[in-house]
């Protein structure tokens, strides 16, 4: 890991929980698909033009899954959560809580990782959190 | 689409320069996942910018490692053979252009 890309990691604060592999991305991730690389104008819940690839294509395309803006990134029992990051270009990353209230990332290409506040991934590549997002858990 | 020969010394030459370009990409590339950014950064542009005489490396990059070169490969060759089921299939994705690459004669058999 590229300490400098992500200066808010530590040795305490995360922890990897997969092997790397190219098949899927954050944004997958963060929806528990392991299989695709999502994209738009390649692969993308909603029609949309593939340069559409701001925060605000990536918050509509959570959107279509049932997500909606929420305050912050308290734990909600009844919901699931999403942070959406990015910059002033692109959205950036996507990451998911966990009943724990812990958060899991795709980093790339590379491993799945386990962090404590969805804040621990930003700062470098990834930019800042940009957005909370929630949708209801339906239960099966 | 035809392949304009090189000779053997400018085709090392090119070799050489993709393969410093690639590994450079790979670095930088490695934490991103938007497609878009990853294309967007310098190394990569590079290699879109050398044209066709770069598909045959860029395909045996993606057999030895499948990662996100479908970007650049579609903006070279205007092709794109990925079926729409396997859209976002990474592997299946680097499947369909190698086997592209060999009907087309831009990777051997």
Known sequence: ?140 | MTVAATTPESQIELKQRFQCLAQAWIEQARYLSNTAQMAMLPSYQRIIGMGVYVVPFILEELEREPRQWFWALEAITGENPVPPENAGRVRESAQAWIEWGRRTGHRAS
Request: one cysteine or more.
């Open chain 1, 1 to 140: 890991m590229n300490r400098n890309l992500f200066p808010r990691l530590t040795q305490q604060n995360h922890q990897i929980t997969s092997p790397a592999v190219p098949d899927y991305n954050c944004i997958a991730w963060a929806v528990g698909d392991v299989e695709r690389w999502w994209q738009p104008g390649v692969y993308w819940p909603i029609e949309i033009q593939s340069n559409a690839v701001g925060v605000a294509d990536l918050e509509r395309a959570f959107e279509s899954l049932g997500f909606m803006r929420c305050s912050g990134d308290e734990i909600e029992l009844e919901f699931e959560k999403v942070a959406l990051y990015g910059d002033s270009m692109f959205y950036t990353h996507a990451s998911r809580q966990l009943s724990s209230g812990k958060w899991t990332s795709k980093l790339g290409e590379t491993e799945d990782i386990q962090h404590d506040k969805a804040e621990d991934v930003a700062g470098d590549i990834y930019g800042e959190v940009v957005r909370f997002m929630k949708r209801a858990i339906v239960s099966s």
